[in-house]
């Protein structure tokens, strides 16, 4: 073990000595990728094709699309670093990213892609009352991408950090600031069709640097995954030391806190605004349940890969050396790529995770502009009476301003584990936006103050309990170490969410106006058949 420890540091300080080569690598992704935007853009006429890419990708191109879009920064760093760390614990994200993808094939996916156009307020207004619906639904989109970039940030400030050497505040700052503007480039160029070229090439080198270093680590350990597991009990600095393998290791000391997080880990996918307006982006529900199913076995594939490469981290690098790495916990696949490989392997590895950030922080910002231009301006502020070029016009600020507020967030951020970030996130999504979107698609007697209540009660709630937790306040990794957390747990869930399905229902219940019937039974007809998707869905 001191030779792999001798040998990872001989190579930092090769890495220190190579920044032409890192950068050289880094400079040829963003040029290919840019590439592709700028050669994808070419048709981006119309809202169709800037919000859904003219609709004209295959299921299978959509599948690997989806994947590129949700393995993030905290598929690929955040997880790693999280088996790495707590072993067992960390693997339980893994789990209940993928196993979010049920709820999402079963209950959502296609019956999406019928009702809707371009965003989820087009579903959830359909029939009910416009302006109010549209509004919260917007707001909560915004919400749900803002928590999701701030984690894309986190992890791009650490892995360019790292691979640069930079460990300072203010270096790490300005690498957040560089991702920022080129995500507003990405977006401003290649509308949706461009993001999800990117995610497409994007998804292809993450899985297959994953399989690559996978096998790597395998190899190492004469495939023998037994042999792995007691190399990182040997490299473990917990006590005892084969506490790595157990469950418990992170949350064992408040159980209630795994159950919140589990509850929006598999109820929150369902509720992301930009892996929902994916389902846009096919021409047909068919193609969208297609586009489902191999997005679940890509991501299933991948999660399965980093069980060994978290573990791999922890046996070749050490818990040690992760956590005092620029980017802490976020840099054991990087630190991996370095002990497998040398400087030309972390130049790969660090690439291909910073085109994920970039791909996946594009498809955030350009669902957040879209739900802004399209439902806000569009159908609140102008109701309805917009040109043809006006919402795209509109969309295009919207993503400078989105931009900026992700780069002053991400540098707030720095530090904390990406995969814990978009937990949050996925709880914001899962009390905010799933109760009204299974109530609009399952419950005919749903009415607009119900949706209402549901939305900015699941929201609101979940951001209080966020801002009041541990995450904000009173430990070593908070935003602000300062002071005492009014509220235990570090994931709102298990309160936010069932309060966003309880007003719902009691918003509905006592609402003195009945919703249109006629409404209702028509979306049950289109969210089952499709008829009738492509019309407006204004009324």
Aim: net charge positive; charged share 10%; aromatic share 10%.
């Amino acid at each position: 073990m001191n030779d792999i420890f001798a040998a990872l540091e001989a190579a930092s300080t090769t890495v220190e000595n190579n920044p032409v080569l890192n950068i050289s690598i880094f400079g040829a992704f963003v040029a290919i990728t840019l590439f592709i935007v700028i050669r994808a853009s070419r048709n981006n006429k119309t809202a169709a094709d800037y919000y859904a890419a003219g609709r004209s990708f295959t299921g299978p191109q959509n599948g690997f699309a989806i994947a590129g879009d949700y393995l993030s920064a905290a598929s690929f760093l955040g997880i790693c670093g999280a088996i790495a760390l707590n072993g067992y614990d960390g693997f339980l994200y893994s789990i209940g990213f993928l196993v979010a993808w049920l709820v999402a094939l079963l209950l959502v996916a296609e019956l999406m892609r019928n009702t809707g156009k371009f965003t989820m307020a087009d579903v959830l207004s359909f029939r009910l009352a416009q302006r109010p619906v549209r509004m919260a639904a917007a707001i909560t989109t915004l919400a749900v991408c803002f928590f999701y970039l701030l984690a894309q940030m986190a992890g791009a400030g650490g892995l360019v950090s790292l691979l640069l050497g930079i460990d300072d505040q203010l270096g790490q700052s300005i690498v957040v600031a560089v991702v920022g503007v080129l995500m507003i480039v990405y977006v401003l160029v290649g509308g949706m069709k461009g993001t999800t070229w990117v995610q497409i090439v994007k998804a292809f080198l993450l899985i297959g640097g994953a399989i690559v270093m996978t096998i790597w680590v395998l190899a190492i350990n004469g495939f023998n995954i037994n042999t792995l597991l007691g190399a990182a009990v040997d490299a473990s600095t917990t006590t005892p030391p084969d506490a790595i393998l157990a469950p418990g290791l992170q949350y064992g000391a408040n159980p209630w806190d795994f159950i919140s997080l589990a509850i929006a880990l598999v109820l929150g996918t369902a509720g992301l605004p930009h892996v929902l307006m994916r389902f846009y982006t096919v021409p047909t529900a068919k193609e969208a349940r297609r586009s489902v199913v191999w997005a679940i076995w890509l991501i299933g594939l991948f999660y399965l890969l980093t069980l060994v490469l978290g573990y791999g981290a922890a046996a070749l690098v050490g818990p040690e050396a992760i956590r005092e790495a620029p980017g802490g916990v976020n840099s054991a696949a990087p630190l991996l790529a370095l002990a497998l490989g040398g400087p030309l392997l972390l130049g790969f590895i660090s690439a291909v995770a910073f085109a994920t950030i970039l791909a996946v922080v594009a498809g955030l910002t350009i669902t957040a502009a879209a739900s802004f231009a399209h439902d806000i301006y569009a159908n609140v502020v102008k109701k309805g009476n917009v040109p043809p070029d006006g919402e795209v016009k509109v969309a295009r600020r919207t993503v400078v301003v989105i931009g900026v507020l992700a780069i002053i967030g991400g540098i707030g951020v720095q530090g904390q584990n990406v995969a814990f970030l978009v937990a949050l996130a996925f709880a914001v999504a899962a009390s905010a936006n799933l109760p009204t979107i299974l109530y609009s698609l399952f419950w005919r007697r749903f009415t607009t103050r119900g949706a209402v209540w549901s939305m900015y009660g699941g929201l609101g709630s979940a951001i209080i309990l966020i801002v009041a937790s541990p995450v904000f306040w009173g430990t070593e990794t908070s935003v602000f170490p300062v002071g005492t957390a009014l509220w235990p747990l570090n994931n709102p869930g298990i309160v936010s969410i069932p309060l966003g399905f309880f007003l719902g229902w009691l918003g509905s219940v006592t609402s003195r106006k009945a919703e249109n019937r006629r409404l209702a039974a028509e979306m049950d007809v289109r969210s089952l058949t499709g008829y009738g998707a492509e019309k407006a869905t204004s009324h």
